[in-house]
């Protein structure tokens, strides 16, 4: 199957540049997945389409302000750092920016010498292991210091950090949003709950996969970046009884999708604990948890239209995009959302 299968047109102007002011405000394009049958509606009414004993599966990870813009120590030139992954107290596993001239033994000020990092590796994929050295609290210094990591797609300066997390955020960890949690408002989980939907957390902090493109022309040569997943023992416990009890789980993100397939075994049974995940879900892959998806519109060619696909089919996904875009829905991390049962 090629990448340009998963290609579709989209004006840049139905880029979502900014968040609505009500997170639930935004559009919900409903999709469903045996017919490929198209309604639209409004988020804040997307308890309508799920039932009592529904699980529904939420990415609690928190973005740090992860962009860092400094200086190399040398020559006083620009720097700018994306923090990737965490590997000691002070050791980061770091996306760095100019890289021809951030060698290893480079030294970068950022904060007029507030906090300072130490490139110590190259890695093969042009990543860099930086060892930072600072007074104080790490974290602390960070939110001084750093700034949201928005997507590339993003042109416009964010006034409020609090609006690209999710209101459920709880684990730092992520350079980037879930960004299907992010429609979600307290007080319509609340409701959801008095309902009788049980909310289930899982944890996936988003590294650099989101940012970087299939360049692969067969979809099946493209390799997947490495993210850090936890499941605990209650919300493994609800998935599993839904499923023994024939009740919907119903994931939202791909995030919260790639979470409960990693810890799965192939009978469908989820295993509470943590660990690192790979998983590539593309056509063809047979979904062990997940019976419905709450999801953004993601990039053409992007492995997360490609996780879509496989659940709903192709056919189906690229049509209600098509129809989405003649809508004029808005699109990616900021824009509207979708419902897939």
Same mark, same amino acid.
């Given at each position: 199957m090629k990448t340009s299968d998963f290609y579709y047109d989209l004006p840049e102007e139905l880029i979502a540049q900014d968040p609505l002011e009500d997170r639930a405000s935004s559009r919900l394009l409903h999709l469903d997945r045996q017919s490929g049958a198209v309604t639209h509606d409004v988020f804040r009414n997307v308890g309508s389409y799920l039932r009592e004993g529904d699980v529904l599966v939420i990415n609690d990870t928190k973005v740090i302000p992860a962009r860092l813009i400094g200086v190399r120590k040398d020559s006083g030139g620009k720097a700018e750092l994306l923090l990737l992954r965490r590997? =000691?107290?002070?050791?980061?596993?770091?996306?760095?920016?100019?890289?021809? %001239?951030? *060698?290893?033994g480079a030294v970068l000020s950022f904060g007029e010498g507030l906090l300072e990092g130490t490139i110590t590796e190259v890695l093969p994929d042009g990543n860099r292991h930086i060892r930072f050295s600072y007074e104080g609290i790490f974290e602390e210094v960070l939110d001084k210091l750093g700034e949201m990591p928005l997507p590339p797609y993003i042109h416009h300066r964010l006034e409020d950090g609090s609006r690209y997390n999710t209101v459920y955020a709880r684990c730092e960890g992520s350079a980037a949003a879930p960004t299907a949690g992010l429609h979600f408002t307290e007080s319509l989980l609340q409701a959801l709950k008095e309902k009788g939907v049980i909310i289930a957390p899982v944890t996936l902090h988003v590294g650099l996969g989101t940012f970087r493109p299939v360049k692969a022309e067969r979809i099946e040569d493209h390799l997947m970046h490495s993210e850090f997943y936890m499941v605990s023992e209650e919300s493994a416990g609800a998935i599993n009884r839904a499923k023994a009890?024939? *009740? *919907?789980?119903?994931?939202?993100?791909? =995030? #919260?999708? %790639?979470?409960?397939? #990693?810890?799965?075994? *192939?009978?469908?049974? !989820?295993?509470?604990?943590?660990?690192? =995940?790979? !998983? $590539? !879900?593309?056509?063809?892959?047979? $979904?062990?948890?997940m019976d419905g998806l709450i999801t953004n519109f993601h990039l053409p060619e992007s492995t997360l239209v490609m996780l879509v696909s496989a659940f709903a089919g192709r056919n189906h996904v690229l049509a209600a995009y098509e129809t989405a875009v003649k809508e004029r829905y808005r699109f990616f991390s900021f824009g509207d959302a979708m419902i897939i049962l």
């Open positions: 590997l =000691t107290d002070t050791d980061w596993e770091c996306l760095v920016k100019p890289g021809k %001239r951030c *060698r290893t009890e024939g *009740r *919907r789980v119903i994931c939202v993100g791909t =995030t #919260s999708c %790639r979470t409960v397939e #990693s810890a799965s075994d *192939r009978k469908g049974h !989820i295993s509470a604990g943590s660990g690192w =995940t790979e !998983i $590539f !879900i593309y056509p063809g892959y047979d $979904f062990k948890i």
